[in-house]
């Protein structure tokens, strides 16, 4: 995809909606909405790295209640035109096609490379890549396992739901959210991991979410690693014009 010069390109992630309530969610959720009404004026599309929802699972019938607002708007936006891409985090990833059948927005379970104006990136959540987060990657086994997905399905939402919700913002190592805190650059596991990608393959940009730390550290010869930042902190988002990605914060 080749960027008109007027157009960019928008990356954000880790809105980690209904967390830890609805009602205190809401607010978060309206901010997102008013920024996608910004952004909508001069996209040329618009990335979402995971961690929208903090929990969702995907009946074959029902909706999880809430993020009208955010769906909504998504909807309009992507009618309008505009490509929006999807990755699933470690909150949402029992996504299946909703998002593609009821918004026209393609949901992607792992990395993708894309090319823009020239430009290589790796995008994804994040969640589960390089060294360490063993606990987590053990869990995620067991969450993406057909079984556990079909047996989770037949519980009632009501209770499903709440539990899910409940250990969500409860326990953190079966979120993977364990560490917020930087590790420094030797320990950090995804900027290992985009290090390692580097030895094999040349990226301009690895784009990620999922450790809530906004940052751009160069890792290589014109090779960005990309943290985006949250929606619960920061509000922090990318943003590529064809030539330079720059991390910025909405207010
Ligand atoms: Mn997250």
Redesign the pocket.
């Known amino acids: 995809m080749l960027l008109a010069n007027t157009k960019k390109i928008y990356f954000a992630s ?1 809105q ?1 909606f209904g967390a830890p309530t609805a009602e205190l969610s809401l607010p978060r959720e309206k901010k997102f909405v008013a920024w996608l009404d910004e952004v909508k004026l001069d996209a040329e599309a618009i990335f979402l790295l ?2 929208l929802f903090d929990f969702w699972f995907e009946y074959k019938t029902v909706v999880p209640k809430g993020f009208v607002r955010v769906l909504g708007k998504l909807a309009e936006i992507r009618d309008s035109g505009i490509p929006i891409y999807f990755f699933v ?3 949402d990833l029992w996504m299946r096609k909703y998002f593609e059948t009821e918004l026209n927005i393609p949901v992607y379970h792992d990395n993708k490379e894309f090319t823009f104006g020239g430009k290589t990136f790796l995008i994804g959540h994040g969640d589960g890549k390089g060294p360490g987060d063993i606990g987590y990657k053990r869990m995620k086994k067991v969450f993406v396992h057909p079984f556990s997905k079909w047996l989770f399905g037949w519980l009632h939402p009501d209770i499903g739901v709440g539990l899910a919700q409940y250990l969500s913002v409860k326990n953190k190592m079966i979120s993977g ?1 364990s560490d917020v805190k930087f590790l420094g650059e030797d320990k950090e596991w995804l900027i290992l991991y985009a290090k390692r990608k580097l030895e094999t393959k040349h990226y301009n940009y690895f784009i990620f ?2 450790r ?1 730390l906004p940052m751009i550290k160069s890792i290589g010869e014109n090779s960005e690693y990309v943290n985006l930042g ?1 929606w619960i902190s920061y509000f922090t988002y990318g943003v590529f014009d064809g030539e330079s990605f720059e991390l910025k914060e909405y207010k």
């Open positions: 880790d980690h995971g961690d985090g470690n909150h959210d979410g999922h809530h949250d």
